[in-house]
């Protein structure tokens, strides 16, 4: 699939681009949409004054408690046209519901499409899906279709079982895996443990969904280095929400998600919602264009990031955006030092005896953030609890409270409610 051309077209042309599209969303969710011609008529917003991106920040923003609140206010079509109902995951919340209609699944494939070659998949590889497609999980659904509408083959596994997994590479023969990174450890150890040549597997690459694998220079994390360092594949990020029906993968330059300018317009917002300079990390804030059931005008993801605006070296000059540092709602004061939850799964990746664990946040008495880990090891020691400790202070600054549990008891902690992905961080302060 060759790469669209307004992302190749020069950045002028590209904003140029996107503002006769923001005029064409702002029309229709005036038309159709009851919530945003509430908020409009509320705050006295005239779209026909909007013209330019940077006029955006007339118009407050959404959020996902209005989201929650406000469901089915978004909608823009009758109920009767929803082809798919799909759910949010819930991780800092009650989920929401998004309706797709038929025009919206093939605006879901085709970005999906765009992506997957973004990140060099072709008509002749075979991908296989090792996450969920039921569970009101809209991203295996994108996946399947994506993959459908880009003309490649799939395989769908879905999540978990390393036996079953390997037992599918090496049955059909994929080139890539759609896959959650840490669960890359999972299948090496597998592979290790039966004598499976990892260099003869014949994966060339994986598109990783759900957790960072880079620093903010772009260099790969502790995940990242652990998963080279025993299978030299090509490793992808990819970053998506349900409400954004959008992706952001990376090419083969690995410098970032590539933004689809015409899918989706990006801003970076501070703590009072102003633009940050171009570089900074803030809020990553969007309007969707081209979707028909529930379009969203200034959607906070609660997503901390940054945004790289020079042109890339794939031919793109595109936005890209660079690894989730952090979710808003996660960012932690702690002994006077700003942290989000990455930062501790970097500093827990660095020792091999950490099989799982789960980060606990919460108020002291007297209402100062508190953090616990919990984790589970094969041996638990003071060495390693005092080397842990040691690495905290030395990569953080703070050392939080350190607990040793059992595997049963961390698994528990780590199950969500609707079983589709695995909790890291509860936070317990709300």
């Known amino acids: 699939m060759k790469i669209p051309e307004i992302e190749k077209a020069a950045p002028a042309k590209i904003k140029s681009f996107q503002e006769e599209k923001l005029k064409e969303v702002l029309q229709y969710v ?23 991106l940077e006029d955006l920040t007339r118009i407050p923003t959404t959020t996902k408690d209005h989201l929650q609140a406000y ?17 949010t995951s819930g991780t800092l919340g009650e989920p929401v519901t998004i309706g797709l209609t038929d025009k919206d699944l093939d605006r879901l494939a085709y970005n999906e499409a765009i992506s997957f070659a973004c990140a060099g998949v072709g008509e ?14 809209m991203a295996g ?18 999540a978990g079982i390393p036996e079953l997994q390997w037992d599918t590479i090496l049955k059909f023969k994929p080139t890539f895996l759609i896959v959650v990174p840490s669960f890359l450890l999972k299948l090496i150890q597998y592979a290790q443990d039966n004598d499976i040549p990892l260099s003869e597997s014949g994966i060339k690459g994986a598109i990783c969904i759900g957790e960072p694998l880079r620093n903010p220079d772009f260099s790969l994390n502790v995940l990242g280095q652990k998963i080279k360092a025993d299978w030299d594949i090509e490793l992808y990020s990819t970053y998506a929400s349900t409400e954004m029906s959008t992706a952001f993968t990376e090419c083969s330059e690995q410098q970032g998600g590539h933004l689809h300018p015409e899918l989706i317009i990006t801003e970076i ?24 059931a529930m379009p969203l005008i200034r959607f906070k993801t609660g997503d901390i990031i940054a945004a790289h605006m020079e042109p890339c070296p794939c031919g793109r000059n595109s936005p890209r955006l660079g690894p989730v540092l952090g979710r808003k709602k996660q960012m932690i004061k702690y002994k006077g030092t700003t942290l989000y939850p990455p930062a501790m799964h970097n500093a827990l990746n660095d020792f091999t005896e950490v099989d799982s664990f789960v980060i606990e946040i919460y ?4 209402g100062t953030d508190e953090i616990r880990i919990k984790i589970a090891t094969k041996v638990s020691s003071d060495d390693l609890l005092h080397r842990i400790k040691d690495h905290f202070r030395s990569k953080l600054r703070v050392t939080p409270s350190i607990e040793f549990r059992s595997i049963q008891e961390i698994q528990k902690l780590r199950s969500s409610k609707l079983g589709r992905k695995p909790i890291s961080v509860i936070d317990l302060r709300n």
Do not use: W
């Open 363 to 366: 108020h002291n008495d007297i």
């Open 30 to 52: 005036t038309e159709r949409s009851p919530y945003y011609r509430r908020l409009f008529k509320q705050h006295k917003i005239d779209i026909l004054a909007i013209n330019s």
């Open 141 to 158: 659904l994108a996946y399947f279709l994506g993959v459908r509408k880009l003309g490649a083959g799939i395989i769908r596994v879905g």
């Open 124 to 137: 002749t590889d075979i991908l296989q899906l090792t996450t969920t497609m039921d569970r009101r999980f």
């Open 269 to 292: 917002l501070d703590e009072n919602e102003h633009p940050v300079p171009i570089g900074s990390e803030g809020e990553l804030v969007i309007t969707t264009l081209g979707v028909e």
């Open 71 to 87: 469901n089915d206010d978004f909608l823009c079509v009758p109920k009767s046209k929803i082809i798919d109902f799909v759910t």
